[in-house]
Each structure stands twice: as C-alpha cells, then as structure tokens.
C-alpha cells in the first residue's frame, strides 16, 4: 500500500506553513520526518489525515483520492500525542472508542499490549506518566490494525527502556512489509538507525529526501589539520563546514570524489581523517543556512 502526497499547500492564519510538499510512503518501510521547530511536520502530519483541510493538493492511497474517497483514510491513523481528546477516559474506554472508529481493531491484542507493560484497564490515561501515556499510544495504534501509521515525536521526554520497546514494536510490525510507519521527530540518533529514509522540511517543502546509507557511500565527513591556520579553497570548494576548533576542522564533503580527495591533498594537510557520518551531520548541512540568518 502505497500514499502519495503532490502539491500540499497549507496556510494557517496568515502563514504559509506547507508549500507544494510532495513524496510517497509505503507499507514495509519506515520514513523519518525531521525540520527545524516550526517547520510544519506537524501541520503536515496533520493534513495527511485531513485534521487541516489542504489549500491545495492531493493525499492518495493507492491512487485513490482521499478526498473522493474519505473512506479510504481508514488505512491511515495518527494519534496528536499533545492534543488527545480523551484525558479523562479510562483504557478500556479508549479501546472501545477506536474499535468504533476502526473496523479492524484488535481488542484482543490491545488488552494484550497493555498488560504487557503492567497497565490496567480501569486506568485513566490523563493520570498515567508521560511513558506509559505512549505506551497506550502505541498499543491504540498497533492494534488498529492500520497500514499506515504516523508518529509525532514518539520519542520525547521518555526513558531508555520505554524508548527500545517503541523502537522494537515498529521494527517488529514492518518485517513482513504489511505496515509501515512516518516518524516526525527531532531525536536524529534514534532515527539514524531506524529510518530507511528521511525526509528534510524546510521552508514549508520538502528540501531532500536522503537514504542513509546511499549517502554514506558517496559522501565523507572529514577532520582536518592544514599546516596554515587559513581554512584553504579546496575546503570551502568542495565542503560544507560543520565545525572549527583552532586548526581543526570538521568538513562534509558530498560527494566526496577522487578530484575532490586530490584537491585536498594538494593542500598538504597535517591531518586527514574520516568520522562516522550521522544523520545529526547531514542535518546540521542542510539547515545551517538558515541558523546563519536567524
């Protein structure tokens, strides 16, 4: 099952928070959603399921037009983790209310999922912790029974151990590629090793879409030591600059060629060598521009 999103425009008030954002998503694959604050993967996520009506553009499911087909959001589900509606409500409550509104839900595996992290039917989720409020978050989506399924910052403010268990439940449920998952979220670590790509918001589109390991096959990160304490042409050329400490510089370099290695080795340097590249470094190149300005 595939979802398409083309031209989404979205404004709210006076602001243009989407503009013209377009990519696809399938089932068995796990996308990562990272911007700067404010930059709309909210408001995206939110239009995705038509909480905000689009200004403009098409949302598809297998080609089907979800506004002509309204339906057909039913492979969808998105749960606002900071805008639940039903803070007062008891579990089993809760799971009574998406069985209503999802013809797939699994009760069973609900009741399951919770007892599992010792949560209790009869609790309230309004005075369940911030951890065990996405647990229930978690068990509401995965006995939904949905293909789709977006998260919204999953990972905020929880511990160590509840952070695994979401990481391992999202990996479980796309091994046989019957479902798969949009993670908005600022923790870049966690989605390095999790995302099969990741989309880059900026200015209300989507700037890049990167695949992790594609880009570290033909990209480098580089710390570097040059006998001057210029920063030297080639650098500057061919690089984006992450990080300066004295003489050392810490440079991205994408691609990163044989003309380009050659052209740094003409500058003699006292020092090359390559660092692990991380989603936090690719991240920091592509909104760096805009820290400048601000």
Do not use: C
Not at 36 to 46: E, Q, V
């Amino acid at each position: 099952m595939k979802l398409t999103a083309q031209h989404l425009t979205k404004t709210i008030g006076e602001k243009k928070v989407l503009s013209q954002v377009e990519f696809s998503w399938q089932t068995g694959e796990i996308v990562g959603l990272v911007g700067r604050n404010g930059a709309g993967k909210t408001t995206l996520m939110r239009t995705l399921v038509d909480q905000y009506h689009a200004d403009h553009g098409q949302v598809a499911i297998d080609d089907q037009d979800l506004t002509a087909v309204p339906e057909a959001r039913q492979q969808l589900i998105y749960i606002d983790p900071t805008e639940v509606f039903f803070a007062r409500l008891t579990l089993a409550k809760l799971g009574r209310l998406y069985a209503l509104g999802y013809p797939t839900f699994d009760q069973a595996r609900y009741r399951s999922l919770l007892a599992d992290n010792d949560l209790v039917l009869a609790q309230r989720y309004g005075e369940l912790s911030k951890g065990y409020q996405a647990l229930v978050v978690m068990a509401l989506n995965l006995a939904s029974a949905v293909p789709l399924i977006l998260l919204d910052e999953p990972f905020d403010g929880l511990d160590l151990f509840i952070r695994e268990m979401i990481v391992k439940a999202v990996i479980d449920e796309v091994a046989d590629g019957q479902r798969g998952f949009l993670i908005a979220s600022h923790d870049l670590a966690e989605l390095d090793g999790l995302a099969d790509r990741v989309l880059f918001l900026k200015r209300g589109t989507i700037s890049k879409t990167v695949t992790l390991e594609a880009v570290r096959d033909e990209a480098a990160k580089l710390q570097l030591v040059f006998p001057a304490m210029q920063i030297p042409a080639a650098v500057r050329q061919y690089g984006q600059i992450l990080n300066v400490q004295g003489r050392v510089i810490t440079a991205l370099f994408s691609p990163y060629t044989a003309a380009v290695e050659a052209a740094l080795t003409a500058e003699q340097p006292v020092l090359i060598e390559k660092l692990p590249l991380s989603l936090s470094d690719l991240f920091r190149s592509e909104y760096a521009e805009e820290v400048h300005h601000d």
